[in-house]
Nanobody, 122 residues
Framework: QVQLVESGGGLVQAGGSLRLSCTAS????????MGWYRQVPGQQRELVAQ???????NYADSVKGRFTVSRDSAKTTVSLQMNSLKPEDTATYYC????????????????WGQGTQVTVSS
């Protein structure tokens, strides 16, 4: 099993900043990717930002230029710096880790954090 412990989140005014962090532990083979998704009640969970094993990053169009995803040197903690927050960024943010096991067949498994609320007031 893999455990993901999230921190950060909270209430901020529009234009403000927040930082989320997520630390992984447990039965990790290779972290194929790690990042953040968000979900609003009644809507699908969507990718916000992700960093892959090679260090490449992916961002939702809605957060490009405002959010930055990064990881520590051990590559087991991923952070999301969120600047210029907007009310539409309000959601529950979930840390995600895609675990990869290489072998005759490559095997992937996704793990999720418990979620942290981000609320941006106008």
């Amino acid at each position: 099993q893999v455990q993901l412990v999230e921190s950060g989140g909270g209430l901020v005014q529009a234009g403000g900043s927040l930082r989320l962090s997520c630390t992984a532990s447990g039965s990790i083979f290779t972290i194929d990717a790690m990042g953040w998704y968000r979900q609003v009640p009644g809507q699908q969970r969507e990718l916000v930002a992700q960093i892959t094993s090679s260090g490449s990053t992916n961002y939702a169009d809605s957060v490009k230029g405002r959010f930055t995803v990064s990881r520590d040197s051990a590559k087991t903690t991923v952070s999301l710096q969120m600047n210029s927050l907007k009310p539409e960024d309000t959601a529950t943010y979930y840390c995600n880790l895609r675990n990869r096991r290489d072998g005759p067949l490559t095997w992937f498994q996704n793990y999720w954090g418990q979620g942290t609320q981000v609320t941006v007031s106008s």
